[in-house]
C-alpha cells in the first residue's frame, strides 16, 4: 500500500491544521491506519489510530485537541486543533493489514506494515 501525506506547515501555538493521507494498491485489505510522529532527539509515538470505523485511539497528549478520521476506505485525516510547540515533529501516517488493528488500532502489538514519507509540522511560541 502506498500512502501519501499531506497538509504540514507553519502554525503559530493554538493554531490548527489538517492532515489527509490517500492510500492506494490493496486499501480494501487496511484493518487499520493510523499517524505517527517522530520529533529532534526523540523516538517515534504513536498519536492516533483507527480501525475501519468505530475503534478509535488517541495519545493523551492529544486528546481533546486532535481528531481522527476514516473518511472513506483509502483515506485518513488528522485534525490538529489548538496547537502547542510541543507538538512540532515529522508526522508519518501509517497503515496495515494486521487483524490487530481491528479490535485494538492503539494496542503496542499493532504491527504497522505501511508508511508515507511525512509531512513537517512546525509550531511557533
Known amino acids: 500500500v502506498r500512502l501519501v501525506e499531506s497538509g504540514g506547515g507553519l502554525v503559530q501555538a493554538g493554531g490548527s491544521l489538517r492532515l489527509p493521507c490517500e492510500a492506494s494498491?490493496?486499501?480494501?485489505?487496511?484493518?487499520?491506519m493510523s499517524w505517527h510522529r517522530r520529533a529532534p532527539e526523540k523516538g517515534r509515538e504513536l498519536v492516533a489510530a483507527?480501525?475501519?470505523?468505530?475503534?478509535i485511539y488517541y495519545d493523551d497528549s492529544v486528546k481533546g485537541r486532535f481528531t481522527i478520521a476514516r473518511v472513506n476506505p483509502s483515506t485518513v485525516v488528522l485534525q490538529m486543533n489548538n496547537l502547542m510547540p510541543e507538538d512540532a515533529a515529522m508526522y508519518y501516517c501509517?497503515?496495515?493489514?494486521?487483524?490487530?488493528?481491528?479490535?485494538?488500532?492503539?494496542?503496542?502489538?499493532?504491527?504497522?506494515?505501511?508508511w508515507g514519507q511525512g509531512t513537517q509540522v512546525s509550531v511557533s511560541s
Open positions: 494498491g490493496g486499501v480494501h485489505s487496511l484493518n487499520g
Open positions: 483507527i480501525n475501519d470505523g468505530d475503534k
Open positions: 501509517a497503515a496495515t493489514a494486521h487483524l490487530l488493528a481491528q479490535v485494538d488500532p492503539g494496542s503496542r502489538n499493532v504491527e504497522w506494515e505501511d
